[in-house]
């Protein structure tokens, strides 16, 4: 009932007046019909009256002995209003009240039907009933009335009753109208800037003005609260972007330290070793030399490892190239097939590359220590004008419900610095996993050129890796 408030609201205002109006005018047509059958019902007892008297022997011994003569004693004695008339059946007049001499030749028609009553309009617009009885003498008595004349007030409110219903209709439909003017539609279109309103990135109309003031004052505060949430947005982004940055810088410097210092001395050492080694020793000492010698070599592979893998050298030779070095490195590291698919890629910024790169990173990495995984996928193309990455891998996966924040609260960092590195380039993630099916990661970003590119062709790296 909720969800549907807003049309529930909009019936109960236009309800009722289609109900007023449907009533009103029920009554209006009750009305006439009541006085229609109120005159008519007079007029013929009118006439029946006149012509009962008119067929007494001694009304007609004194029409056949005198002229035409006026009728209006016999109109006074019933105090009736109306008039009455006789006329023979050629429609000529016999006698008549002194009303009906005048009203009769504007409104006779030879035509009226006997017996029964009809109308009639006057000349100026009366409306006449009028009704003909036969008498025994040939003759017929027409008796007529005036609505004004017998129901008056009821005449003038039949009159006026129309124009108040269609002015109440108007009102009502004007009420319904603005009503769905200035409350409903403005409600609408709020509702729906809202559902699809992201918030901490858009804004809403800070005005309606076609809006109620209490829709316009609530819009107002919304647009505050966005911008509030955008401002907040934008300052988490530069600091994360400023956090990254930092981590990054002391990734190089770490790598320089490590480079200069420890990985020289023990270059250094290895040397030495290998000097040792071509002088006369026992047996004993030779393999005591050996085993030296394997642990330096061993030592110099990791720090050398360990500086690439803190600041890649292989970034400036761009994403496509850095991508293809470290899905080589970390298939050999891992003993997994890592396969990368890609096709022709335009040239992007540092920030896109760095951030691509660190996801692989973090994703496969994540899917050999945490899923177990045997295969990854990694696939980068060009689609509508996005630059898409996606990584597919085989390992146990995690039940995802979609909140990366949470995540973090529990230590799980891995997903949320991937999320805030595409949230730098102003990017999008979606990742999809459940236990037991593996995760799909999937990263889009918006590139400033356009066009379709031509497919690359797929390769095992993991084979490369270990040949």
Excluded at 320 to 330: G, I, M, S, V
Aim: aromatic share 6%; proline share 4%.
């Amino acid at each position: 009932m909720r969800r549907h408030l807003l049309l529930i609201l909009t019936l109960l205002v236009l309800i009722p007046s289609i109900a007023i109006l449907i009533v009103t005018g029920w009554g209006v047509v009750e009305h006439e019909r009541a006085m229609k059958n109120v005159t008519e019902s007079y007029v013929l007892d009118l006439a029946q009256s006149v012509a009962s008297r008119v067929d007494r022997p001694r009304f007609i011994h004194r029409a056949l002995m005198m002229p035409p003569r006026s009728l209006d004693s016999l109109v006074l004695d019933m105090s009736m209003p109306g008039w009455v008339a006789l006329v023979d059946e050629d429609g000529n007049l016999l006698a008549a009240s002194s009303k009906a001499q005048d009203v009769l030749p504007q409104i006779w028609q030879v035509g009226v039907p006997v017996g029964r009553a009809t109308l009639l309009k006057g000349p100026l617009g009366d409306t006449y009933t009028i009704a003909a009885i036969p008498t025994s003498q040939g003759w017929y008595v027409i008796a007529a009335v005036a609505w004004s004349q017998l129901l008056g007030p009821m005449v003038r409110f039949s009159h006026l009753w129309p124009a108040a219903v269609g002015l109440l209709a108007i009102v009502g439909m004007c009420a319904v109208w603005a009503f769905w003017r200035w409350l409903i539609m403005p409600l609408l279109s709020l509702e729906a800037e809202v559902s699809s309103l992201k918030w901490g990135i858009d804004l809403p109309k800070p005005d309606d003005p076609l809006a109620v003031w209490e829709l316009r004052r609530l819009r107002k505060v919304l647009y505050q609260l966005a911008e509030t949430a955008k401002e907040r947005e934008e300052l988490t982004q530069r600091y994360v972007s400023d956090l990254v940055q930092v981590q990054e810088e002391e990734r190089t410097k770490l790598a320089r330290e490590i480079h200069d210092g420890p990985l020289q001395d023990v270059t250094a050492l290895l040397q030495r070793i290998l000097l040792l080694k071509q002088e006369s020793w026992s047996e004993k000492a030779k393999k005591y030399i050996e085993i030296a010698e394997e642990s330096a070599t061993a030592a110099v592979r990791e720090l050398r490892g360990l500086c690439d893998t803190l600041s890649p050298p292989w970034l400036d030779l761009g994403l496509l190239q850095a991508l293809t070095e470290l899905t080589e490195r970390l298939a050999r590291i891992y003993g997994i097939k890592v396969y990368l698919e890609a096709s022709e890629i335009p040239d992007v910024n540092e920030d896109i590359t760095l951030a691509f790169f660190r996801i692989v990173q973090e994703a496969i990495n994540n899917a050999v220590k945490h899923g177990g995984a045997k295969n990854v996928w990694v696939r980068l193309a060009c689609e509508k004008g996005y630059l898409v990455l996606q990584i597919e891998d085989d390992g146990s996966g995690f039940d995802f419900e979609g909140d990366i924040e949470s995540l973090r609260i529990k230590g799980h960092r891995g997903i949320a610095n991937m999320a805030e590195r595409m949230r730098m380039v102003n990017g999008q993630i979606d990742i999809k996993s459940s236990s037991n099916r593996g995760t799909i990661i999937l990263c889009k970003v918006l590139l400033p050129l356009s066009g379709e590119k031509s497919p690359g062709n797929a390769f095992d790296v993991g084979d490369v890796g270990k040949s």
